[in-house]
């Protein structure tokens, strides 16, 4: 079966980064776009970019651009995703998904904590 | 605030029906498909329904989905208890180029 499973919680302090990873088993992992997708305490979803695991391909939204970077290990079956600069306003729940087409998200990973705190 | 609005609560008993809107513009919703998920609290969103009014594998028929204009509406009927949970639209901005999210709607069945 599908499966996403994320690294484990992290705390960090403002300005330090974080790496998140996620590993993909049951399918092929270049046949489908990881994405990934935060949200804060109490809050809702907000989508942060993707990355093509078959060619390497990024697109990040324009609110993480210069902070963000997207990779994959596909020996792994692996996509990380890694934050700088961090923030207190950047503590939430991150998660990756899988996409079959932009929007749906049919596989998430568990989601991985990041609490930025001084 | 969220580019796409939908309303921050809707209640109804057990057995009975409900629909939640998400509105956006020509730029989102206007020109993109719509992707419905819910999310019980403390665990990962889950795929609803997706291009407008499809169910995934395993999605009961208590559930659709349809688009019209600039809006899109998610239906359940027959509410059950387990049906509580947060539920959130989404569908590509062309205009931001970005995956855009609904601010969520909180469904209690009374």
């Known amino acids: 079966q599908v499966q996403l499973v994320q690294s484990g919680a992290e705390v960090k302090k403002p300005g330090a980064s974080v790496k998140v990873s996620c590993k993909a088993s049951?399918?092929?992992?270049?046949?489908?776009?990881i994405h990934w997708v935060r949200q804060a305490p109490g809050q809702g979803l907000e989508w942060m970019g993707w990355?093509?695991?078959?060619?390497?391909?990024?697109?990040?939204a324009q609110k993480f651009q210069g902070r963000v970077t997207m990779t994959r290990d596909t020996s792994l079956s692996t996509a990380y995703m890694e934050l700088s600069r961090l923030r207190s306003d950047d503590t939430a729940l991150y998660y990756c998904?899988?996409?079959f087409g932009i929007g749906r998200f049919d596989y998430w990973g568990q989601g991985a904590l990041v609490t930025v705190s001084s | 605030q969220s580019v796409l609005t939908q309303p921050p609560s809707v209640s109804a008993a057990p057995g009975q029906k409900v629909t939640i809107s998400c509105s956006g513009s020509?730029?989102?919703?206007?020109?993109?498909?719509v992707y419905w998920y819910h999310q019980v609290p403390g665990t990962a969103p889950k795929l609803l329904i997706y291009?407008?009014?499809k169910r995934p594998s395993g999605i009961p028929d208590r559930f659709s989905g349809s688009r019209s204009g600039t809006s899109a509406t998610l239906g359940i009927t027959g509410l059950q208890p387990g049906d509580e949970a947060d539920y959130y639209c989404?569908?590509?901005?062309?205009?931001?180029?970005?995956?855009?999210f609904g601010g969520g709607t909180k469904l209690t069945v009374l």
């Open positions: 998904a899988r996409s």
């Open positions: 049951g399918y092929t992992f270049s046949d489908y776009y």
């Open positions: 990355i093509n695991p078959n060619r390497g391909g990024i697109n990040y």
């Open positions: 020509s730029s989102n919703i206007g020109n993109n498909y």
């Open positions: 291009d407008d009014n």
């Open positions: 989404a569908t590509w901005d062309n205009r931001l180029s970005v995956v855009v």
